[in-house]
């Protein structure tokens, strides 16, 4: 079993944006979280934590990519964060 690697202080505020861009483009989609999580193959309540703007709560790439796809917009928009 592996365990996460902590999130370092530099890097969570960029996690928090994330998790903000990824609840924009789904309620932009009409998604309810319970939806959504059902369609990229998680859990309402880890969707739920990614997007939650006081949890630090990482992701794998592969879950960014599946994101994206059912969202229908390319990846890199979740990763364009606002000033």
């Known amino acids: 079993m592996s365990r ?4 370092s202080y530099s890097n969570s ?3 928090i944006q994330l998790g903000l861009n990824i609840a924009y483009f789904r309620k932009l989609r009409g998604l309810t979280q319970e939806e ?5 193959g ?4 880890y969707l739920s934590a990614i997007e939650a703007p006081n ?3 990482t992701i794998s790439l592969e879950l960014l990519f599946s994101m994206a ?3 229908q917009i390319d990846s890199y928009k979740l990763l364009v964060f606002r000033e």
């Open 4 to 7: 996460s690697k902590p999130v």
């Open 13 to 15: 505020d960029k996690y």
């Open 36 to 40: 959504f999580a059902e369609a990229v």
């Open 42 to 45: 998680i859990s309402r309540s």
């Open 55 to 57: 949890v630090v709560k």
């Open 69 to 71: 796809e059912c969202l």
